[in-house]
């Protein structure tokens, strides 16, 4: 009897011994879903404020990467090759064409409307590493305009004639330069 009482005594010593230890385990488990818990309530909060969930722009444009034709505003000008052809970043959200030819990153040249569209369209496009040959491509395929070069006697490019090809009927008579 003396000895299941001892073994018992020893039971409850070493079990207030391990109490706390117990509650360690415990607490270092909650702690570490604690922490998952605020890990994922911060990344949302981060996230939140990130460009990921900004608006997006609506899709109407051709791929930027979309291959351009050689002859596309072509010109022997190198400075003006080496512009129209350096990558650039470009974020338009519903911008009314006119508005994109008089503000960056096309403001190196003189754009000159021939025939406007009736109603002027919105762009949106959202581009890295697209060149300015690229970007006025897609601006021109997916509009229906057709951009030529015109240039200087000396050769250097001096304005892009913009012409709305209007809707496949109407394509009669001489547009004025």
């Known amino acids: 009897m003396k000895s299941i009482f001892i073994f018992l005594s020893q039971v409850m010593i070493l079990h207030s011994k391990l ?6 385990i415990l607490n270092y488990r909650n702690l570490k879903t604690l922490f998952k818990i605020l890990g994922i309530a ?34 022997w000008h190198k ?9 650039i970043r470009v974020y ?4 009314s064409l006119e508005e994109i030819f008089k503000n960056d990153p096309l403001t190196g040249l003189s754009y000159k409307f021939v025939k ?12 890295i590493g697209i060149t300015r040959r690229q970007l006025l491509w897609a601006i021109a395929h ?21 012409r709305y090809r209007g809707t496949g009927t109407e394509m009669s008579g001489k547009d004025e330069v």
Not at 19 to 24: S, T
Not at 116 to 127: A, E, F, G, N, Y
Not at 147 to 160: T, W, Y
């Open 142 to 162: 997916d509009n229906n305009l057709h951009m030529s070069l015109r240039s200087l006697p000396n050769g250097q490019p001096s304005q892009i004639l913009i």
């Open 116 to 127: 406007k569209p009736d109603t002027m369209p919105l762009v949106s496009i959202d581009s």
């Open 79 to 87: 400075p003006y090759n080496k512009w129209m052809d350096t990558p």
């Open 19 to 24: 109490l706390p230890l117990k509650m360690l």
């Open 42 to 75: 911060l990344t949302i909060v981060l996230f939140s404020n990130c460009s990921v969930f900004e608006q997006k722009p609506k899709p109407g444009l051709v791929e930027a990467n979309a291959a351009v034709p050689v002859d596309f505003l072509f010109s």
């Open 92 to 95: 338009y959200n519903e911008v």
